[in-house]
Every structure is written in structure tokens, then in C-alpha cells.
């Protein structure tokens, strides 16, 4: 049976001596054997809260709850990255400005190291950055980062809280798509205020495939 979520919940609670009644007694709140069964199993994906109550109870972290440990992943690659559990809030569409960033309760694996402990990921909509990042790709977001740079890849919101996922570029400041298509504008900015909300820092095609570092 294929999991919805990927997870190693099992493997660290049965580490813990842990029966599934145990763990969902411990968490907090506390919950029942057969939802603990279906985390397990992959049938049901818990929210973040839940997430990190679980990784809590068991002395562990959120990101070792998804990829396990080396012993409990043999098929990994040598060499391959350490992943860590980061939020994924939604979408942000790479075309005209909407308002479409959407809290969510779900995490995605993403390479650990260097990873921002306040990271976040959002899947691209629309075309207007196809040369890039194709529709439906993930972005991981650093919402620390609010220097806008030359050819820098950015979410930002304008005046009226719409969001839209473009690169800056300066003289004269602008958002630009990266596109195939010619009938995608440049979105001018120098005569209205707008707000960098984070840098993209990783573009992700696969969520279950290591991520493209753009530092």
C-alpha cells in the first residue's frame, strides 16, 4: 500500500519501547491507537501541531519523524543530504498579483543543512516563471531574508496584500517573469511600495527529490 506521507514514526517509537497506545497516551493532547496506526501507516498525514507533539514524545525532531535515521533508510544514496520537516503554507502563483498564500498542516523533506529554522515552503501556480520553476514545482522561502538583490528570485505582497512569486531586478526596480511565453509583463514597482516577504532559497521539483540550492 503507498503511503500518502512518507514517515519513520514506527522505527522511533518501537526505538522507544513504545507500544502505539503508549505514544498516543504521551502526546499531547492524547490521542487514540488507531490514529497513531494511521500515521504510521501513511493513511492519514497529521497537522504540524501534531507533528511536533509526536516528535516530542518520542525525543525526537519533526525531521527525523520523516526521513529516519541511516539504519532505517538502507536505500539511501552515499553522500546523500540530511533532510529536515519545513512547513508547507500553500500556494503563490507566478503571474498577476492574487492573494494566494494559504495556511496548511503539512511538511515536506527538504535538505537540512543551512536550512533557516523558520523556512517554509510554497508550490508555484501559473507559468509567468516556466523558464525556472514550472507550474506546480515547490519553493522553499526564507522570510528573514528581505534584501531584495539584483536578479534575486522573491515573494512579494503588494499594497493590497495580493502575493506574486517573480525575480527583482534593479534600474528601474521591477519584477520580472521568466517565462515562454511573451504575453507574461514586467510588473513596474518604482511608483508603488511593496513588501519582500522572503527570498526564494530552494526550488523543489520532486518533494521526495533533494532541492536546487540557488545561494
Request: charged content about 25%.
Amino acid at each position: 500500500m503507498s503511503q500518502l506521507w512518507p514517515n519513520h514514526i514506527s522505527y522511533w517509537r518501537k526505538r522507544a519501547g513504545m507500544s502505539q497506545d503508549d505514544l498516543a497516551a504521551a502526546i499531547d493532547p492524547p490521542t487514540t491507537k488507531g490514529t497513531i496506526s494511521q500515521y504510521e501507516s501513511g493513511k492519514r498525514e497529521p497537522s504540524q501541531k501534531r507533528l511536533i507533539a509526536i516528535a516530542e514524545a518520542l525525543g525526537r525532531s519533526a525531521g527525523e519523524l520523516l526521513d529516519g535515521p541511516q539504519d532505517a533508510a538502507p536505500d539511501r544514496p552515499e553522500g546523500a543530504m540530511p533532510v529536515t520537516a519545513i512547513p508547507h503554507l500553500g500556494e503563490v502563483p507566478a503571474g498577476p498579483w492574487q492573494d494566494a498564500v494559504r495556511k496548511s498542516h503539512h511538511f515536506i523533506p527538504a535538505p537540512e543543512p543551512g536550512m533557516p529554522a523558520s523556512a517554509y515552503a510554497l508550490t508555484v501556480t501559473g507559468g509567468s516563471m516556466d523558464r525556472l520553476v514550472r507550474d506546480g514545482a515547490t519553493i522553499i522561502v526564507d522570510p528573514e531574508d528581505h534584501d531584495a538583490y539584483d536578479k534575486g528570485l522573491y515573494v512579494v505582497r503588494n499594497p493590497d496584500g495580493e502575493f506574486t512569486f517573480k525575480q527583482y531586478r534593479d534600474n528601474p526596480a521591477r519584477l520580472v517573469p521568466c517565462s515562454s511565453d511573451p504575453s507574461h509583463k514586467t510588473i513596474p514597482i518604482t511608483d508603488r511600495r511593496f513588501e519582500v516577504v522572503g527570498a526564494v532559497i530552494k526550488i523543489i521539483y520532486d518533494p521526495h527529490q533533494a532541492a536546487i540550492a540557488l545561494d
